[in-house]
């Protein structure tokens, strides 16, 4: 049997009654490769009322990874970079020793009905990567590689597949597949990385037979492949990597190695020392003292 264990996601409330599906970190295993935060948000249309504007906030020690279906996302940080999330393209924010971040409606979407669908990851830093300088790339749909095969097509986001390798540059061993099958359609899925795991955007499909249920992402056991077949059209994601070096410390919005570390992150943002992102007034709070 391919499938190791299943993770259902359970929902969080992120602000505003913005509502997402949360799969990592997971109680059977903090991460997937590095991936160590997974967030599905979506399908949803909101009001022209909606506010689901994220404040800045900070990061350490991870890399965020935004990747959209549907609707559109105004990216702005403390490096100064501004930059429109559309889908289709994949966004790879490097936090290492910190950086803030915001995440908005676009002005020209303020005030009107939208629909809003993507995926938010998080990718730990190695170690010896935790502290490196902050960093935003984004690499449009365009940039992105695509194999096509009968019944279906993969976008390879981060990593090497199906003999095509993404532009996106990692700090180690990274894979992040988007895939779609057509109803009836089989795929092969060979030559994973180490750490695996397998999550239904939407449609339904089998991994060796087995139906993977909406919201449960699958872990493969370690070093196999697996034949997908969609009961209908199908959009999944595959992800995964090297097994992270040693275990996750994590508060709020930050990751780290060691928990000193952390506390030192949420007194720096306690007492406003982080670098502002330009433009912006707000912020969002501690939600608790980490002592």
């Known amino acids: 049997m391919a499938i190791s264990t299943l993770f259902k996601a359970h929902d969080k409330d992120l602000g505003g009654g913005f509502f997402v599906r ?54 702005r940080d403390s490096l100064g970079s501004v930059q429109r999330i559309e889908p289709g393209a994949i966004n790879w924010m490097t936090a290492g020793s910190g950086i803030v971040h915001s995440e908005r409606v676009p002005p020209d979407l303020v005030g009107k009905p939208r629909r809003s669908h993507g995926l938010q990851l998080w990718a730990a830093l190695p170690r010896e990567h935790e502290e490196v300088d902050p960093a935003f790339i984004h690499t449009p749909a365009d940039a992105i590689p695509v194999a096509s095969f009968a019944g279906g097509d993969a976008r390879v986001l981060i990593g090497s597949a199906f003999g095509l390798t993404s532009p996106v540059a990692t700090y180690m061993e990274t894979l992040y597949l988007d895939i779609r099958l057509d109803a009836g359609a089989e795929l092969i899925l060979a030559d994973l990385p180490e750490e695996a ?95």
């Open 22 to 75: 949360r799969v990592l970190p997971a109680a059977a295993k903090q991460a997937v490769g590095p991936f160590l935060f997974f967030d599905h948000f979506g399908p949803v249309d909101a009001p022209p009322d909606a506010n689901h504007d994220v404040r800045p906030h900070p990061h350490i020690g991870l890399a965020t990874v935004t990747y959209l279906y549907e609707g559109a996302i105004l990216h």
């Open 197 to 291: 795991a397998i999550y239904p955007v939407s449609g339904e499909l089998t991994i060796d037979g087995e139906p993977l249920a909406p919201g449960t992402m699958a872990y493969l056991e370690p070093g196999t492949g697996a034949s997908i077949r969609a009961a209908t059209g199908v959009q999944f994601v595959v992800i995964g990597g090297a097994p992270l070096d040693g275990h996750r410390f994590v508060f709020w919005n930050f990751v780290s190695s060691s928990k000193e570390r952390l506390v030192q992150a949420a007194q720096d943002w306690e007492q406003q020392r982080y670098a502002a992102v330009p433009g912006e007034t707000e912020w969002i709070p501690l939600p608790r003292p980490l002592r």
